[in-house]
């Protein structure tokens, strides 16, 4: 989270300005956090240049429960299967969730060389018909994400950006749906937000349960049962710090470019020590992920870290090595802190 904003809430805790409650005890139907609930909408609108076509929803059950929701949705009732593409750790768990709903088309997946690298573009030209086509914009754990979208499949495009959220700015009228979870890149854990082509919530089946209904969402604002609010209020505070102190999402990429690039130059200048997992094709903005020549080094490049104030590199449980996640509310300084470490540590195990 931005320092800026914790301090808002911290500020705003006891008493939110004239309203003289907190967030957490006023009504999700009283005036005061309507209005905060579209604000939020209306500066996600704004960052992201969302177009009429589409409707942005508040949801909640994480990104887990999307991988469900889409195919309940989008697929049900469909008579052409699903696609997926599947880069990482992520878009295979949306793929496992998906076969239970119905007929699904594995693309692409990079298991075979350990989701080191993305399809080559050509892949996109291949992909046929579909209900719809999942992919994983950054593979949080692997640290591999697509820089740009290479192709339009000929079906509705579908995209988890759970790490990679307004990082950037996106074309939202290339997307289906373009859903993240917040609490990587947008706010605290509670909310997920899923922006969706109007023309999609008609794929919505009328026997679905109410909650895992998109169209019943957009038919109620997002409130057909009470939204998840303290979320909501802090991610509007992430948006207003996105676009009045950071600049909006350009500058926001100029950021982040800066704050991989470090980290990647100091991987590149020591390779015999630091083994970068990603292809440099593929490389995420977000999560900057190597491994180290044995796990002995791996344990003392930990330790030292910890020794450093540096916390947070293990790599995720599944793969091991390190990861250091550098999302928009990372400073550059505490960036130029790992990389200076890094070329210390270097120096004594190079
Ligand atoms: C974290 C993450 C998820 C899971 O999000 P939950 O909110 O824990 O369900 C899904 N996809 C990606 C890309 C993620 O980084």
Redesign the pocket.
């Given at each position: 989270m931005p320092v800026p904003v914790l301090e808002q809430i911290r500020d705003e805790m006891l008493c939110l300005p004239g309203v003289g409650a907190s967030v957490m005890e006023i009504s999700h139907r009283s005036d005061p956090f309507l209005a905060i609930q579209e604000d939020a909408k209306q500066r996600l609108i704004r960052l992201l240049g969302v177009p009429q076509t589409h409707e942005v929803l508040f949801l909640q059950?994480?990104?887990?429960?999307?991988?469900s929701m889409i195919p309940m949705n989008l697929l049900r009732g469909q008579s052409l299967a699903a696609k997926y593409l599947v880069t990482g750790t992520?878009g295979k768990?949306?793929y496992d969730e998906a076969i239970k709903e119905g007929p699904v088309d594995l693309v692409w997946d990079g298991k075979a060389t350990n989701y080191d690298r993305l399809p080559e573009p050509s892949i996109w030209d291949q992909i046929g018909s579909g209900s719809y086509l999942h992919v994983?914009s950054?593979?949080?754990?692997q640290g591999v994400q697509f820089q740009d979208l290479p192709g339009m499949p000929a079906c509705p495009l579908v995209c988890?950006?759970?790490?990679d959220f307004l990082h950037r700015p996106v074309d939202v009228s290339r997307y289906g749906i373009l859903y993240a979870?917040a609490?990587?890149n947008a706010g605290p854990?509670g909310v997920?937000v899923l922006v969706i082509e109007k023309g999609l919530l008609q794929r919505s089946q009328k026997d679905l349960p109410g909650y895992l209904s998109f169209r019943n969402h957009a038919e109620n604002d997002s409130m057909w049962n009470t939204p998840p609010t303290f979320a909501i209020y802090a991610l509007g505070l992430v948006a207003k710090w996105l676009e009045e102190t950071v600049g909006g999402l350009e500058a926001m990429l100029t950021r982040n470019q800066k704050k991989a690039r470090r980290l990647y130059d100091v991987v590149d200048r020591y390779p015999q020590l630091y083994q970068g997992h990603a292809q440099t094709s593929c490389r995420s903005l977000m999560n900057v992920t190597f491994r180290l020549p044995s796990a002995e080094v791996e344990k003392a490049f930990l330790k030292g870290a910890q020794e450093a104030m540096l916390d947070g590199l293990k790599g995720h449980r599944s793969v091991g090595g390190i990861r250091a996640s550098i999302y928009n509310a990372m400073p550059e300084e505490g960036v130029e802190t790992l990389a200076c470490y890094m070329e210390q540590f270097a120096a004594h195990h190079g």
């Open positions: 059950g994480g990104s887990r429960l999307q991988f992520w768990s949306a994983t950054n593979e949080t754990i988890d950006s759970s790490s979870c609490q990587k854990a997920t």
